[in-house]
């Protein structure tokens, strides 16, 4: 499994950065981490503070049940999911409630072009994106992945809904299959 896991992650990372996939999606998978966040407005800053000077973000830390910790602020969970989908209807607002709780964020696709009521404003997923997420499993939803903001690393959490206690069980297990240098984890 854990090979399996290496081989899906180096996969998507080469993907990512292949010259053949167009700019468009190294350039979205970047505003998954970009201090400017989606909109590209820079975050106001307070007076007598340099603009240049970036802010330095506390660590979000969250312990597994092995003991470790992961600071939360080097991880996004990718969704992907329909606005006409009652499965994801039923888990995202689970997970956007989960990502208030824990203080992990989530970047959101739409494979049909609409939101819902937990993520309506989730990107529609072009297709040189699906192809990076989805290159060896179906395509379902609501499918979830962590994603490393430093290395664009990608992780599959779980595909369909599940409780809250069943999606932070699912994630802590992610975490703790990897076997990345310098995944955050302590």
């Given at each position: 499994?854990?090979?399996?896991?290496?081989?899906?992650?180096?996969?998507?990372?080469?993907?990512?950065?292949?010259?053949?996939?167009y700019?468009?999606?190294?350039?979205?998978?970047?505003?998954?981490?970009?201090?400017?966040?989606?909109?590209?407005?820079?975050?106001?800053?307070?007076?007598?503070?340099?603009?240049?000077?970036?802010?330095v973000?506390?660590?979000?830390?969250?312990?597994?049940?092995?003991?470790?910790?992961v600071?939360l602020?080097?991880?996004?969970?990718?969704?992907?999911?329909?606005?006409?989908?009652?499965?994801?209807?039923?888990?995202?607002?689970?997970?956007?409630?989960?990502?208030?709780?824990?203080?992990?964020?989530?970047?959101?696709?739409?494979?049909?072009?609409?939101g819902?009521?937990?993520?309506?404003?989730a990107?529609p997923?072009?297709?040189d994106?699906?192809?990076?997420?989805?290159?060896?499993?179906?395509?379902?939803?609501?499918?979830?992945?962590?994603?490393?903001?430093?290395?664009?690393?990608?992780?599959?959490?779980?595909?369909?809904?599940?409780?809250?206690?069943?999606?932070?069980?699912?994630?802590?297990?992610?975490?703790?299959?990897?076997?990345v240098?310098?995944?955050?984890?302590?």
């Amino acid at each position: 499994m854990k090979s399996h896991l290496k081989i899906i992650s180096t996969g998507v990372l080469l993907l990512a950065l292949s010259p053949v996939i167009y700019a468009g999606t190294l350039d979205e998978v970047k505003s998954l981490w970009d201090p400017q966040g989606i909109t590209g407005a820079a975050p106001a800053t307070s007076a007598g503070v340099s603009a240049s000077a970036k802010p330095v973000s506390q660590a979000h830390w969250y312990r597994l049940s092995n003991g470790k910790q992961v600071n939360l602020n080097d991880w996004k969970v990718v969704l992907f999911m329909q606005g006409h989908c009652p499965y994801c209807h039923k888990f995202d607002p689970v997970l956007k409630q989960l990502s208030g709780l824990y203080g992990f964020s989530v970047f959101s696709y739409t494979i049909d072009g609409q939101g819902d009521e937990a993520f309506p404003e989730a990107l529609p997923a072009p297709p040189d994106v699906m192809q990076t997420f989805f290159p060896n499993i179906p395509v379902a939803t609501p499918t979830t992945f962590l994603v490393n903001v430093n290395t664009l690393a990608a992780y599959p959490i779980l595909q369909g809904a599940t409780d809250a206690q069943g999606f932070m069980a699912r994630m802590d297990t992610v975490f703790q299959m990897m076997e990345v240098p310098g995944n955050g984890q302590n």
